[in-house]
């Protein structure tokens, strides 16, 4: 078995996040840009949640809307009861606020926000159907799970013959300018050109 997926298997979070440590990387991003409004779209147990969360919390303001549709999700998720639990702090705090809601409508409830995360075992198609509607939105940088040659090439992408990542950046490149962190499962982080 891949040393990453033993780990997810064992690991509270359920994160493909955690094998690279990318906690660090979203606590880091949120106390450099100071954030007061964040919106993320696939939250499952909380782990990159839990991460922003702490960092608002050290900077002292701002938001988390947490996105998923955990129990009704039709592959695999959790149920939304291990993310409260998991996220039960900064939920008390206000720091973080969790909405049972299809992805592809959340772009309807903002007018502007300052970060986008996207992490719904994403693919070409679904970025295709999120990303055009939040472009003009987000003040700040989208962060999307994926965009390395290696996240293109896991199993269920080719399985089921999604649109890689890649392609869809590539396709888009006019758009905004990217760099992606290679570390498994990869991370592309998007400024908008306005
Ligand atoms: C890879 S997990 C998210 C992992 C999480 N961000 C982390 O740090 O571990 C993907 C999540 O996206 C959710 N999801 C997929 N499609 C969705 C949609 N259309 N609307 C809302 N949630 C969706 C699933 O329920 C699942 O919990």
């Known amino acids: 078995m891949e040393g990453w997926r033993k780990k997810l298997e064992e690991s509270k979070w359920k994160s493909s996040y ?8 979203f606590y880091g991003l949120v106390r450099a840009l100071k954030p007061k409004l964040i919106v993320e779209l696939g ?3 909380g782990y990159s949640a839990f991460h922003i969360a702490r960092a608002l919390k050290e900077n002292g303001f701002g938001n988390i809307h947490c996105y998923d549709l955990w129990e009704k999700y039709q592959y695999s998720s959790c149920p939304i009861s291990i993310a409260k639990e998991n996220l039960k702090e900064f939920i008390n705090s206000g720091a973080a606020i969790l909405k049972l809601k299809d ?28 990303i055009p509607y939040w472009l003009p939105k987000v003040k700040s940088l989208i962060i999307l799970e994926g965009g390395s040659e290696e996240r293109d090439n896991i199993e269920w992408v080719k399985k089921y013959n ?33």
């Open 18 to 25: 955690e094998e690279n440590d990318y906690g660090s990387v």
């Open 43 to 45: 939250t499952k147990n």
């Open 103 to 130: 992805a592809k409508d959340v772009h309807r409830d903002f007018d502007s926000v300052d970060i986008l995360h996207v992490d719904l075992s994403n693919h070409g198609e679904i970025l295709e159907q999120i």
């Open 162 to 194: 999604k649109q890689p990542i890649r392609n869809w950046l590539n396709n888009n490149k006019n758009k905004f300018r990217y760099i992606v962190l290679k570390s498994f499962p990869s991370l592309t982080l998007i400024e908008p050109i306005k």
